[in-house]
């Protein structure tokens, strides 16, 4: 992860993912402290006579609980998923190869494929290995060095696999990205990561008492992974050991460091950070207000994991206006505002579980990368 130029390359995956999802999201980490109502009516300052509110009015304006429902969303775990991928190896970008000619000792060479899958070796010209096997690639080069060499039998070996790697981030030893040399589950994925953190000086994956199991993720291509980290973690539920991809994202979040994303059709969508209680109103200001044409009537806050979530549909134009209570909001919430109407709650939902983990995995990558300021990122979800 120190090499400057596969840190250039992870940072352009991750800006092609981040072209994946339609407003700015703004990564660059903010620090705000959020007051409730209730901190703001305690205030000892001066209050205007025609101002006083009663004790009741008072309570009437403090922040309420949402009111969630359960949504069940209809995910299952592929069950080819457990199955140990099968078939040789596939050569792709960022892979180093040895290369020789058959009984020409001065010929062995180790050549790296370039960004664009083009293998460059002696006085070959360059040829595209992306998805190709060993020996096809040996067969290939082969007849590209027929002009130049009497039949020549050129060896090919991978020194180096570097374009099948998975991303693990958040609450584990050591975060990064790792090779897929062999078949890897995600218990070993988990462990490769040098386990997760814990509130004793080991790092057993047995005992992960920070981590927020029930919030962490597996991204594939753009999709949610439906996998119960808490039955495999705690339970050691081997139905939930799939095997890792390359490209895929696992991210397990922080029981104690909680943030929560406002996103949607807000000015600013993003993360936001806080030390104390926050609210509906004021997560929506953190992140810029709505924007002219949002849906503010049909607003949502997803709390929970990806797989269980529970769901509150607020009116924030009427809660904005006064007209009902502020909400109050917990670390790993999610905000949304639509841009256009929505119809089934259910699969609305689970559109935007995923542009919401889509976010989460722009940023934490960003952050392990060392990126500083703003990126632009587009996110969607189900067109709304």
């Known amino acids: 992860m120190n090499d400057p130029t596969r840190n250039l390359l992870h940072l352009a995956t ?7 999802l339609s407003s700015c999201i703004h990564l660059k980490r903010t620090h705000r402290e959020f007051h409730t109502a209730a901190e703001f009516a305690n205030d000892p300052g001066e209050v205007p006579p025609g101002d006083q509110i009663t004790a009741e009015e008072a309570l009437q304006q403090l922040p309420k609980d949402p009111v969630f429902q359960r949504v069940r969303l209809d995910r299952q775990l592929d069950r080819s ?13 960022g892979d180093e190869l040895d290369i020789e000619v058959a009984e020409l ?61 998975f991303w693990i981030l958040g609450q584990v030893q050591k975060p990064g990205a790792y090779p897929i040399t062999k078949p890897t589950t995600l218990i070993a994925a988990l462990s490769n990561g040098g386990g997760l953190l814990t509130n004793t000086e080991t790092s057993e994956v047995s005992n992960p008492e920070p981590a927020d199991l029930e919030r962490a993720i597996l991204i594939r291509r753009g999709d949610l992974v439906p996998v119960d980290f808490e039955r495999l973690v705690r339970e050691g539920d081997i139905s939930q050991n799939v095997y890792v991809k390359g490209g895929d994202y696992i991210f397990v979040p922080s029981l104690t460091t909680r943030s929560f994303y406002v996103l949607g059709h807000v000015n600013q969508p993003g993360p936001v950070y806080f030390e104390h209680g926050a609210t509906l109103v004021s997560a929506v200001a953190a992140a810029g207000g709505p924007r002219p044409d949002a849906i503010v009537t049909k607003a949502l806050i997803l709390r929970g994991g990806a797989l269980r979530p529970k769901v509150a549909v607020v009116n924030l134009g009427n809660i904005m206006k006064g007209g ?19 119809s089934k709650l259910e699969d609305y939902v689970e559109a935007v579980l995923i542009t919401a983990a889509q976010a989460v995995a722009v940023q934490e990558g960003l952050g392990v990368l060392g990126a500083t300021g703003s990126a632009g990122v587009t996110i969607t979800a189900g067109g709304n």
């Open 105 to 165: 000792g001065e010929t062995r060479a180790r050549t790296k494929v370039m960004p664009d899958g083009m293998l460059y070796y002696n006085v070959a010209r360059g040829i595209d290995v992306r998805g190709r096997t060993i020996p096809e690639i040996s067969t290939l080069l082969s007849k590209a060095l027929e002009t130049d060499y009497v039949n020549p039998v050129v060896t090919v070996n991978v020194a180096k696999a570097d374009s099948q790697r």
């Open 324 to 342: 009902e209570s502020d909400l109050k909001l917990e670390g790993g919430d999610i905000v949304w505002l639509p841009r256009s109407p929505w």
């Open 14 to 20: 991750l800006t092609a993912l981040a072209g994946l």
């Open 81 to 93: 998923q457990l199955q140990a991928p099968i078939g040789p190896y596939r050569v792709g970008p």
